[in-house]
């Protein structure tokens, strides 16, 4: 049988994948005020694996991220809700937020918002959704 | 401010995700979902009896003011309908092991029944057009998923229905939120209510309303819009139907009674009258369904929409007793189509058939289930002192109040023959010749008839204990009547 | 100096116009290939070419707007049309997108 020969491809991808593993934690980091958010970096991440997907095959992939995408999807609900239920305990409004800023060494005074958690929350159950969706319909023979 | 308006909404979801990591061990999953369902209704409870206490609890989440963020309304009718719900719940959880399948346990069934429950609590307490959207899709994402569990060909093919159709009425329903907001430039409820007063509700208004009402007449399965719904609720299991038909198309009349109580109310000559026509036409084509078929399932299927024509019918004469027959009705009916799925359930379990023609005799084997059958269909149909009864007096009331002869004349009819469609059962199918299919043994039935018991306890006591009960409702549908209470609430600046 | 940056102000107005004209041509020309494409293979580079031209409409409707936000789209729609064309391709070479077992 005739096999294509994608050695291009496979040598892009090991590349690619990273930019785009890169752009989605920068889109999710952005998220709570400009551009971007938990919802959008999940999809790109699922992209980057999906691509990891058609260059290298289902199971060399499994294999190089061992990692149950559902229950990804329960840890990510369970970190989204648990942002909203914190501010039951400590008095204020459901799903209230606040933000600080922290001095780090290298990046120097950045903004860290509780709106943040949540959105990885998202990140989590986004990629988990997309990869079991992609990997139940490739399944199907 | 107060968060105890949000917990009937979270409780359920983070119980539904607890719940989904302990999916595949049966055994502790039924444990952990009957005890968070026990105390999601203990809050229930709570929150109804603080609201009838305290007056109205409002939260607005995030800390936003009101008609910018996004606002939780637990008023008493959204409360009442709250525990009601729960309590709905609290009976299926303990039905569920014996109707399902350890394997459809297994397939994440309680993870979804909590993501329906909550949808459903979110619906009925949230104070903003656009939210209710939301939790409108949460509870029909989580009915999709119910409805295929277990993946059977027929599930399927009905599932395509019911997904096409409530996408369609997704889709009109963003759209009329979006000409609405176009319109007011609002989407929480007080401040559209209190803009359309303004206005006096011109005919744009009035149009947007009809679209909506459409929308949510879909989802409620009202006259021409039902043909979806009884083929569909019929094919789940039996548990999945009774919540299906005790709390889905109560979402969608819920959402009816809101808008048209809260919003829309300055033409009533054009739109409640139309109400009033759809409902008589609900009662006629539903109670002829149920007439024309030999399925047992159907034809509780297809009682559930003489049920909505009932509400209806309160909610297009706009006056005080029809709109408490309604809000009483509404509470019955959900609480007794549960009752009835779950006794159908257990007939087809035991009988191995649905169909009427081919059962006969169980009443040697199961004089429990055939009582409890009897029992139900005369609280269904009404009769003193049943709480059927006090819905549709207070009903008959509000319609004769308004002089309309005709309406009273459809739904006494139309109660006749919904007793003769469930009586129909109770003949073919317990007395007679014992034909069912394997009559020797007889199989274990108390866990199928505790949690229908106790659906028809609260049934009975709805309508043996009215007296009590009444004066809240009516405090409930005069609360309706005047919407300015809704608005001061919620817009207390 | 005001005049100097009143006429560029003018030429760029201009030429943002231009360009949306272009590639609004160009979309239809597109879709057209599409459409019309004898074979399937020119219907994915047609498909390539459009989100190469809407990854230039949203650049110039930031240009517009004067915002740099929308930067963050462009290589957004970058990404997801070369995604969605790698994908035409291999199913057109392979007749499959993901197999199971690659050598």
């Given at each position: 049988m005739y096999k294509p020969n994608d050695l291009i491809f496979r040598t892009t991808t090991s590349l690619i994948a990273f930019i785009l593993l890169g752009f989605s934690i920068y889109l999710l980091l952005a998220g709570h005020n400009s551009p971007g958010g938990g919802f959008i970096g999940g999809l790109m991440t699922s992209s980057a694996i999906l691509l990891m997907y058609m260059a290298y095959g289902m199971d060399i992939v499994k294999k190089i991220l061992p990692i149950n995408f559902r229950l990804l999807i329960l840890i990510g609900l369970l970190i989204a809700v648990t942002t909203g239920i914190v501010s039951l305990f400590i008095g204020v409004p459901f799903l209230s937020q606040t933000f600080t800023y922290v001095t780090l060494p290298i990046f120097g005074k950045i903004e860290l918002a509780t709106a943040m958690i949540f959105d990885i929350g998202v990140f989590l159950t986004v990629l988990g959704v997309t990869i079991t969706i992609i990997s139940t319909i490739a399944e199907d023979q | 401010m107060s968060n105890l308006a949000v917990l009937p909404i979270i409780i359920p979801l983070l119980s539904g995700i607890i719940v989904a990591f302990f999916a595949k061990n049966v055994k502790v999953s039924r444990v952990l979902a009957a005890l968070f369902t026990i105390i999601n209704a203990l809050v229930a409870v709570y929150l109804t009896s603080v609201v009838f206490t305290d007056g109205t609890v409002i939260l607005e989440t995030g800390d936003w003011v009101a008609p910018f963020g996004i606002v939780l309304v637990a008023d008493p009718l959204a409360a009442v309908l709250v525990m009601t719900t729960n309590i709905i719940a609290l009976a299926s959880v303990f039905y569920a092991p014996f109707a399902l399948t350890v394997k459809k346990e297994q397939h994440y069934f309680y993870a979804f029944y909590f993501f329906l429950i909550s949808g459903v609590s979110g619906a009925f307490l949230t104070g903003d057009l656009f939210n209710l959207f939301v939790f409108f899709e949460v509870l029909l994402m989580a009915s999709y998923a119910l409805i295929v569990l277990g993946g059977e060909k027929v599930q399927l093919r009905e599932s395509i229905k019911y997904v096409l159709i409530n996408l369609f009425s997704s889709i009109l329903f963003v759209t009329a939120i979006a000409f609405l907001y176009g319109v007011v430039g609002t989407v929480n409820m007080a401040q559209i209510a209190e803009r359309v007063q303004e206005v006096e509700q011109t005919g744009i208004l009035t149009t947007i309303g009809i679209l909506l009402f459409f929308v949510f007449a879909t989802k409620a399965a009202l006259f021409p819009l039902f043909y979806w719904l009884p083929k569909s609720y019929i094919v789940p299991n039996p548990v999945v139907s009774a919540l299906f038909g005790a709390l889905l198309t109560k979402v969608g009349i819920y959402s009816i009674l809101r808008v048209f109580s809260l919003i829309f109310v300055y033409k009533i000559s054009l739109t409640h009258e139309i109400f009033i026509w759809i409902a008589a036409l609900s009662m006629i084509f539903g109670v002829i369904g149920a007439l024309s078929t030999n399925n047992v399932k159907l034809i509780i299927a297809y009682n559930i929409i003489p049920a909505i024509g009932f509400i209806m019918m309160g909610i297009g004469m706009f006056n005080e007793p029809a709109l408490s027959g309604s809000i009483y009705y509404l509470i019955h009916d959900m609480l007794i189509k549960t009752a009835l799925f779950f006794i159908v359930g257990a007939i087809v379990y035991v009988?191995?058939?649905?169909?009427l023609k081919k059962m006969g005799g169980l009443i040697h084997h199961y004089p429990v289930l055939g009582w409890l059958l009897f029992v139900s269909a005369f609280v269904l149909a009404g009769i003193p002192p049943f709480s059927g009864f006090i819905g549709k007096l207070l009903l008959l009331e509000g319609a004769l109040e308004n002089d309309k002869i005709i309406i009273v004349i459809i739904a006494l009819l139309t109660s006749l023959l919904i007793l003769y469609s469930i009586i129909k059962i109770f003949v073919n199918g317990f007395w007679g010749e014992q034909r069912h299919i394997e009559p020797t043994e007889k199989k274990p039935l108390a866990g199928f008839l505790v949690p229908v018991a106790f659906l028809l306890s609260f049934s009975i006591l709805l309508g043996v204990g009215a007296e009590y009960i009444y004066p809240s409702i009516e405090s409930i549908s005069t609360y309706l009547l005047n919407p300015e209470l809704y608005i001061d609430s919620v817009l207390k600046e | 100096m005001t005049d100097a940056l009143a006429i560029s102000e003018r030429i760029l107005d201009i030429s943002i116009l231009i360009s949306i004209v272009g590639i609004s041509l160009s979309l239809i020309l597109l879709v057209y290939r599409i459409i019309k494409g004898p074979t399937n293979p020119d219907r994915a580079v047609a498909l390539d070419a459009i989100g190469v031209n809407l990854m230039g409409v949203v650049a110039l409707v930031a240009i517009v707007l004067i915002s740099s936000k929308l930067n963050d789209v462009v290589l957004l729609i970058g990404i997801l049309s070369f995604l969605g064309t790698l994908a035409v391709a291999k199913y057109l070479e392979a007749g499959v997108i993901i197999d199971r077992d690659r050598d």
């Open positions: - | 009988a191995g058939t649905s169909d | -």
